[in-house]
């Protein structure tokens, strides 16, 4: 059974940091691709940031620079920092594990931590 379970979020400042942490059981993660998505009130889905099971990453535009997504693979966990926070950063955030199953993707997600920046 595939559980991801996510942390970090709350409350911070803009121009402030947050390190988001996924912890993921029920799958074999070093070689998983693992990212984060996050919605805003009113918005779609969108993905933040992706990693690759050999490390390779990418980034939604608004955030490269910004946040950084990482793995330790000896805890099972995924990571996004995100430093310089802005007020459109507000979001649930949420963590992804993409899979295929006779050809068509299929999606695990977690509950997902609530990010605000606010002053």
């Known amino acids: 059974q595939v559980q991801l379970v996510e942390s970090g979020g709350g409350l911070v400042q803009p121009g402030g940091s947050l390190r988001l942490s996924c912890v993921a059981s029920?799958?074999?993660?070093?070689?998983?691709?693992m990212g984060w998505y996050r919605q805003a009130p009113g918005k779609e889905r969108e993905l933040v940031a992706q990693?690759?099971?050999?490390?390779?990453?990418i980034y939604a535009d608004s955030v490269k620079g910004r946040f950084t997504i990482s793995r330790d693979n000896v805890k099972n966990t995924v990571y996004l920092q995100m430093n310089t926070l802005k007020p459109e950063d507000t979001a649930v955030y949420y963590c992804?594990?993409?899979?295929?199953?006779?050809?068509?993707?299929?999606?695990?997600w977690g509950k997902g931590t609530v990010v605000t920046v606010s002053s």
């Open positions: 990693i690759g099971s050999g490390g390779t990453t």
């Open positions: 029920g799958i074999i993660f070093s070689i998983a691709d």
């Open positions: 992804n594990y993409p899979t295929w199953s006779r050809g068509s993707r299929v999606d695990y």
